[in-house]
């Protein structure tokens, strides 16, 4: 049941209408829904499974890739999808710092500290790069 109110001013409006792109979107795209799913029940199984990790830093980026990836499912599927595009990389983004920190345990404490001082911001920013990801 929606709220008193619900659809009467413009932010709501645009929220129902969202909702309602989804809904036409599940039902009119479902190789693409169906392909968001089974990424989604990837990311499930793995974070179902993370009990079994020594790796628990990299995990965090797990939980925070899947987290963007299931916003970016929600605007694609509401028909933002220019705006999911930007959504969809901070996926990528915390994925690969995930397999960054995966492999280079050392940069924990760099990323634990990059809001301690200009110094550590700086090096944080020069370290956590795209370049430096595909050079591992």
Known sequence: MKPTGWGDDSLSEFIEKAIHNTYASFDGLKDWYNRFKDIHLVFQHIAN??????????????????????????????????????????????????????KNSESIKTWLSRHDDKKSKDKVRSEFTIANFFGF
């Not at 009990?51 to 694609?76: E, I, Q």
């Not at 901070?90 to 995930?98: K, P, R, T, V």
């Open 49 to 102: 499974n993370l009990d079994r990790t020594n790796d628990w830093f990299a995990s965090f980026f797990l939980y925070r890739s899947h987290a963007a990836f299931l916003a970016g499912v929600r605007l694609a599927l509401s028909g933002q999808v220019p705006e999911a595009y930007m959504v969809f990389r901070g996926c990528i983004e915390n994925a690969l710092y995930g397999l960054y920190i995966s």
